[in-house]
């Protein structure tokens, strides 16, 4: 649904709500200590009350302490990875406090195990993930974003990068949010070797929630998936230090100030140099990623705690390339491109972001929270890179003296590659979001007004001399006096892109959404419905968007949840989307849509006396207004216009669970078409026939994607771990350069990567150390050896597209990276 109208119409819709917060009812208070069998008091363990949202952790020495809800009967449930789960009923007076202390008891090791049940989650589209499995999963890219990569509905063909596709969307489409803090990513980057660090520090996370589709009107205006993130609070000093081959982190959090002063510091530094070496493409390349973020708290009173996040971030990457050599074509006729290329790129992207959060508490079930934030990014790309070429064919024949050498030249050309492009973002927003509680129900609301500022400066063009594309000189022109004048050009120019734009512009959104909770004949209904608004002075567009998630639990033998989510998901352009191919800035480009029905469930169940989770969902998404738009590697260009209508139909499996006593593993298998249809997208056959393409595959158009997360120990000697990473995902589609849409219809190879990684845990629980030794400050040390790319796979990621002497293209891969080891060593302390 579509309106236009003043910003005003959400504000005043927004205020008639306020009357419906005031309600509030009485608590009681819920204290205690939770210890293992040796008396030794258990952090980080979950104290939730069943079938409500909200919960408490203890800190390291055990201690919680929950609000409940007053006369009403309630279920504490106490879990913990590795642990037995325990439930404890009560029924408190309003203002009455309890003690209740929990002993957990081991379920067969120390080693980290299946959460396999979260009731706060099992009734939304959210999944939580563990992010204390980010230190351990081997991959080269983070730990939190491979874990991500991972999940049903998530495809990504690139380790080097850290953006991904959900449920056929694109990179621009996800959310990402810290501490309720909306988070950009650099625009001018185009490949997976540029982007360096993520944003997420995984050293600092506490709590990772996911949805692939159909997520709360809480969350903002994208079409695709939403990952919300939240870093840790503190309950005591403590760190970490890492280092590989890839790079380092140190992390240091604590209290101070009668513990009221809260505070997180991480320092990551990255230099992917290692990998970039077995690239194809040789040459000197000189990368550098530096990351420093700070989370720090402090608590006013018991009703108001004031919190400042901060990030600063310098990623450079210069490269000088020499030499590139590929060999390609069928098992009958290969060929081999040879490249020398002249000159170098020099890229830099700076960035900066702060947040200053006070959140007020004046009543039990009420909280209030005001936010402020600031994002500057400076950006600049700079390059001049003359390759010189040639395709030559090789021999065949086995035994020969020429098998595997060129024996005849079939093209020869250049190209020059050239960029001056520079890009300044500054964002700044305040905004409000509250909850309050009564009854059964759950009310959130919220209001947000964001300032941007773009400034783009775009110079990148690409001259190609080869066969079929420019001649040395313009021909002769009788009667021109400047035969360097148009229409004619010099130096075959193949593809030029210019843009000079300053964009100011302001957005203002709200939205209200309620939960209740119904039990009728004893099964559980839980309804979340919700709206959003969103209004854009450059566009002039407000758009209303309703939500809404319905889950079902039956009272059947098997524990069984339900749910049904739909709603309307617009996404408003920020920027790239407004620029098309060529550079030109289109102010009248209109949001696109997505409608989502998505239709789940989940089971919790038992299979060899282990916990397991299977959870499904299938899901439709009816796309209009669409802006169509090319991929090459991680860069996203758009056509700048609304023409095109589209759908992403398809379903998500994954199975996680006890494959291994103790240690949690999952699989995840998903199937996906996705389509589009651009208006007036018509050619003319041989015949003169018109033809309308009709449906044509979007870029994003994987049809299957199969993970694997795999963890094993050995029995008696459990200090001894492996984990294996896999992903297999089917082709994408791709094209010949500057052509219709319609002629994207070929596919890359699929990308298939294992990753496996041995651990060995150094000092444990167990070790004990003289006082004087320096290795007593560490609660952990574990070192790990992993083999990237396992099976030496070839995986594709884009073309570079050549022409011989005959005129024919070739579209030769730009592989990934080949097999390659990485040692690390993580300490905790």
Known sequence: MRATGKPGVVVWL????????????????VFGKITDERGRPLELVNVAISGLPGGAVTDKKGNYELKVPAGRDIILSISYVGYKNEVHELNLSAGESLEVNKILGLTFTELPTVEVEDEQMRQTNLIRIDPKIASVIPSASDGITALLKTMPGVSSSNELSSQYSVRGGNFDENLVYVNDIEIYRPFLIRSGQQEGLSFINSDLVSSVLFSAGGFDAKYGDKMSSVLDIQYKKPLDFGGSASISLLGGSVHLEGLAIKRKFSYLLGVRYKTNQYLLKGLETRGDYNPSFTDIQTLLNYEVSKKLEISILGNYSNNNYNVIPESRETDFGTFQEVKRLTIYFDGQEVDKYLTYLGGLSLTYKPSKKTRLKFTGSGYNSEESETYDILGQYWIGLLGTGFGDESFGEVVETQGVGSYLNHARNRMNTHVYN?????????????????????????????????????????IPRPPDSVGYTNPLAQPYNPFGIYELIRTSANITSNRYTAFIQNTWG???????????AGIRANYWDYNEQLLISPRATLSFRPVWKNDWLFRVSAGMYYQPPFYRELKDLEGVI??????????????????NFRAWNRPFKFVTEVYYKYLSKLAPYLVDNVRIRYYGTNNAKGYA??????????????????????????EEDITDDFYFDSQGEKVEPG??????????NFSLFFQDYLPRFPSYKMSITLIFGSGLPFGPPKSEKYKHDLRMPPYRRVDIGFSKEIIGEESRFS??????????????????????????????????????QYAVPNYLTPRQLNAKMIAKF
Not at 14 to 29: D, K, M, T, Y
Not at 446 to 464: A, L, S, T, Y
Not at 695 to 703: G, L, T, Y
């Open 430 to 470: 305040i905004g409000h979001k509250g909850t309050t509680e009564y009854g059964n129900r759950l009310l959130q609301w919220g209001v947000k007004f964001q300032h941007e500022n773009i400034d783009d400066r775009m110079n990148e063009w690409v001259m190609i001399d080869s066969a079929g594309y420019s």
């Open 695 to 704: 449906f044509i595959p979007r870029p994003s158009d994987q049809r299957m």
């Open 14 to 29: 927004f205020c008639l709500l306020i009357p419906a917060f005031a309600s509030a009812q009485e608590v009681a208070r």
């Open 586 to 603: 289109h102010a009248d480009l209109k949001a696109q849509s997505s409608f989502h029905l998505v239709l789940g469930g989940d089971w």
């Open 649 to 674: 139909t398809g379903i998500d499996i994954k199975v996680n669970g006890e494959f291994v006593r103790g240690i949690e593993s999952w699989a995840s298998l998903s199937f996906m078409k996705t």
């Open 518 to 528: 119904i039990d009728p004949d004893s099964s559980r209904f839980t309804l979340s």
């Open 771 to 808: 006082h004087k030794s320096p290795l007593r400050v560490f609660e952990s040390l574990w070192i790990t050896l992993e083999v990237l790319n396992l099976l030496q796979v070839n995986n594709t990621v884009s073309y570079i597209w050549v022409t011989d002497v005959y005129g024919y």
